[in-house]
């Protein structure tokens, strides 16, 4: 089983739906991030937690929001979905410290 | 703030080394790190460097310096399947300690 799993991997869902992604870890990290990723443009950090009660906005927060349910759960939900949120999007974790990142598989999102 | 500059692309042939650059501006410095990423897929780690000078692993080797806020990554015996993305990214304590990647540099590696 993956370390750290997203939900769905694919969905295509209309403009202005409400959607949630969600991400769950089984490395026992207490940080955890929401990334996405557009041709040309890389990574780009939407919103992090660093422990449970924790939340902070990233470089590209308008128009998402988050919930840290858990230590190990982490979601992500576009309140009213528009077609240039159609990205792939990454949750990941890392412990304290200088640490690496451990990515999911990816969401494939696209907003129609 | 944090700017990660790195080539958008690079091509390379079987069994030879490329090096692949990153300059980076930020204003609390706390690690560097690489990752690799096949269209598609989750990025994986490669290498860290925190302090000046080169990190060795296998055929991956990343070196930093600091004070030039400079680092680059160096594949050496080129193999078809490193054809993917290397993404830069850098850790900065003044930003609370995020990770912040730059736009990545894919490698197109030819028989």
């Known amino acids: 089983d993956a370390d750290v799993t997203q939900t769905p991997r694919n969905r295509i869902t209309k403009t202005g739906k409400r959607i949630m992604l969600e991400c769950s870890q089984t490395?026992?990290?207490?940080?955890m991030y929401w990334y996405r990723q557009d041709p040309g443009l890389g990574l780009r950090l939407i919103y992090y937690?660093?422990?449970?009660?924790?939340?902070n906005k990233g470089e590209i927060s308008d128009g998402y929001s988050v919930s840290r349910q858990a230590q190990a759960k982490f979601s992500l939900s576009l309140e009213s979905a528009i077609p240039n949120q159609t990205a792939l999007y990454f949750c990941a974790t890392s412990d304290f410290g200088n640490t690496e990142a451990f990515f999911g598989q990816g969401t494939r999102l696209t907003v129609v | 703030g944090q700017n990660i500059d790195q080539p958008t692309e690079m091509t390379a042939t079987e069994g030879a080394i490329v090096q692949i650059n990153c300059t980076y501006q930020?204003?609390?410095?706390?690690?560097l790190f690489w990752y690799q990423q096949h269209a598609g897929e989750a990025p994986t780690f490669l290498s860290y460097n925190v302090l000046d000078g080169l990190e060795e692993k296998g055929r991956f080797s990343s070196f930093l310096s600091r004070s030039k806020g400079y680092s680059y990554l160096l594949l050496k015996e080129l193999q078809m399947k490193d054809s993917a993305s290397y993404l830069c990214?850098?850790?900065?304590?003044?930003?609370?300690?995020?990770?912040?990647f730059g736009t990545g540099t894919r490698l197109q590696v030819f028989p």
């Open positions: 490395k026992g990290h207490d940080r």
């Open positions: 930020t204003s609390g410095f706390n690690g």
């Open positions: 990214a850098v850790r900065d304590q003044r930003s609370t300690d995020k990770l912040i």
């Open positions: 937690s660093f422990d449970v009660k924790d939340i």
